[in-house]
């Protein structure tokens, strides 16, 4: 007899019904329980919020971003108000039809909005921005036909201005929205798609300082996502303001020098290496990054055969030509195996070996010591002067200089050039170093790579006395109200310890180059005030191969100081396929010291022309050729 049996005289197949109805009862009961205690319990508070956010919207107050001043506290850049456009698909009944009609009012392709929408979201409630910087004109038919946009609202935040116009923008840097990438980097705790951030120069390093931060609004809502009123808000807080060591006239004299060509200009204050002005062109607009680029937008810039994304003045890596003379005379003499009265006969061409190394002049300087052979840059004798150094030497004296290394600015991605040695070479190409290729380096050509940032240092340790100083781009970090944070001092990187002679006596020529008869400056040549400087014209191709015009003309050098007695500024001037450096960047550089100086501007002084032609023939490889 069955346990069933025991305890009822009821046919035994009911009591079974009855028993695996209890069972299934219980059971259903026994999961509605475990299903109440999950969500009630275990996922409670996860659930309230999402009911709340049926009620009530969080939306982020963005804070005023940082202004960035020049040295003497004008507004390079700030910010004003910009509208815009946001969806919350949550709220939204009908995405297509919200497509097509913001399709319509905003005249942007439905595919664009489609892309946005499904690339940006993230969640529900997460707001996905579509459009940023409207129009005054979008914003008032968004306004208009709001009641026929569901899902959608529109908030201010801060977009950058600038007053004085395109400022050094690869120094200062743009704005653009944060990406998918920056966002999982785990940099920006704060930020959120759509969220505009610093993507170069100052504006990238110093991100966190000037971006301040976020507030919000809590707004109750209807069914329909519509604000019914504001319950709290907590404000936001300004970032910090800069102040630069740009001098805004400085500045804008280099750019206009520059004007359309290739090139870049560094100014420094040669007693604490603060930079004045940083240019660098072809440059960009940095308005042009607020809003989203296209794909085809982004590449143009990229793919630009003038390259208007680089920061020419600390990425642009170029042999010195002969401005890299000043690094040999200084070693020379400190290594004694040359007298300020150690001369040699200049004829136009050196033979050595079997080649031949010819000056610029074809006629030669006839017999040249080391004052003459700084003002007329004789090659000629600054081969013999390399021959008897050697290259080791050579790259020990380039090296104390700051040459071959970075020099520590604090922007992004700065190259540090190369200066060769004979391990290098070795090490590089498996062969040794060639006694003609020390030829070849003695006067900027060859392997020698320099940025023009390097070449303002170098020419500032030469005004100061050897003293090479990380050049400094941020004086002061200022809150909102005034008060200094944190004040920056200049960082010495180095002492080239150099005996005083030496310096005096490579001075002496520097400045006879812009102020003697038959120097090659003469078109830095300043009235009532005495400049110092060194031309240089830097091979592309090696002669026999040489046009005068294109791509392939030389790269055109000046590098300059002033005043000669208590110099205040050291300027490197470099023109992409510019020529001559007497002609094209010693101009440039005394626009400059006129604006610093405030001299009225004038036309370059008639001298005698008289120019290094860049003639040094280079080969591949460094080997000079007939």
Request: proline content about 6%; some cysteine.
């Amino acid at each position: 007899m069955s346990i069933l049996n025991l305890f009822t005289n009821e046919p035994t197949d009911i009591l079974k019904r009855f028993f695996w109805a209890t069972m299934i009862i219980l059971a259903v009961f026994f999961a509605l329980v475990a299903r109440f205690w999950y969500l009630q319990i275990a996922r409670g508070e996860h659930f309230r919020q999402l009911s709340e956010n049926n009620r009530i919207r969080v939306l982020d107050i963005p804070p005023s971003r940082g202004i960035i001043f020049d040295r003497n506290g004008l507004m390079l850049v700030s910010s004003r108000p910009a509208f815009n456009l946001y969806v919350i698909p949550d709220d939204v009944q009908d995405w297509k039809v919200l497509k097509n009609r913001l399709s319509k009012l905003l005249d942007l392709e439905p595919d664009q909005l489609e892309q946005r929408y499904t690339d940006s979201r993230s969640g529900p409630l997460k707001p996905i921005p579509l459009k940023l910087d409207l129009s005054r004109d979008e914003l008032g038919l968004l306004e208009t036909y709001k009641y026929m946009l569901q899902g959608i609202y529109i908030e201010v935040s801060p977009q950058r201005d600038y007053p004085l116009g395109v400022v050094a923008p690869h120094t200062i840097g743009y704005l653009s929205e944060i990406t998918q990438k920056q966002l999982k980097s785990g940099q920006y705790p704060q930020q959120r798609l759509g969220d505009m951030i610093g993507q170069w120069g100052l504006e990238l390093q110093w991100q966190i300082d000037l971006g301040g931060i976020k507030g919000g609004r809590y707004l109750e809502v209807d069914a329909l996502g519509q604000e019914i009123r504001p319950l709290y808000a907590k404000d936001s807080a300004a970032g910090n303001n800069i102040i630069t060591t740009l001098d805004w006239k400085l500045q804008q004299a280099a750019q206009e020098g520059l004007k359309n060509r290739a090139g870049a200009v560094v100014a420094l204050k040669p007693a604490t290496g603060e930079i004045l002005a940083l240019a660098s062109t072809p440059h960009f607009d940095p308005t042009t990054f607020s809003r989203r680029l296209s794909a085809q937008e982004w590449n143009a810039l990229q793919n630009d055969p003038l390259k208007p994304l680089q920061n020419r003045s600390l990425q642009g890596q170029y042999p010195p030509g002969s401005t890299y003379k000043i690094v040999t005379a200084l070693a020379a003499l400190e290594e004694k195996v040359i007298t300020p009265e150690t001369s040699f006969y200049c004829n136009g061409a050196l033979p050595f070996g079997n080649r031949v190394f010819h000056c610029w002049r074809k006629g030669g300087h006839g017999q040249v010591s080391l004052h003459k052979a700084i003002v007329q840059s004789c090659d000629v004798y600054f081969y013999q002067v390399g021959q008897r150094l050697g290259v080791d030497r050579l790259a020990r004296y380039a090296q104390l200089f700051g040459l071959g290394r970075a020099t520590g600015i604090s922007l992004p991605h700065e190259k540090k050039g190369l200066i060769p040695t004979s391990a290098w070479k070795l090490n590089r190409f498996k062969v040794p170093w060639q006694p003609g290729e020390t030829l070849s380096i003695a006067i900027g050509q060859g392997y020698d790579l320099v940025t023009p940032l390097q070449m303002a240092v170098l020419m500032a340790a030469v005004a100061n006395g050897g003293t090479v100083y990380q050049p400094l781009l941020v004086k002061r970090l200022v809150s909102p109200q005034g008060t200094v944070l944190k004040e920056l001092q200049p960082i010495v990187t180095s002492k080239a310890g150099l005996n005083s002679e030496a310096l005096r006596l490579v001075r002496a020529g520097l400045s006879g180059v812009v102020n003697e008869p038959g120097g090659t400056g003469g078109a830095c040549r300043l009235p009532g005030i005495l400049a110092a400087g060194k031309t240089g014209t830097a091979q592309v191709v090696t002669l026999g191969k040489k046009a005068l015009s294109g791509s392939s003309r030389d790269h055109a050098w000046f590098v300059a100081y002033a005043p000669v007695e208590n110099p205040e500024i050291a300027v490197a001037v470099l023109v992409e396929h510019g020529g001559h450096g007497g002609e094209a960047a010693a101009p440039i550089a005394r626009k400059l010291f006129e604006a610093h100086f405030s001299l009225p501007p004038r036309g370059a002084v008639p001298t005698k022309k008289i120019e290094e032609k860049g003639t040094e023939p280079v080969q591949e490889g460094g080997l000079l050729s007939d």
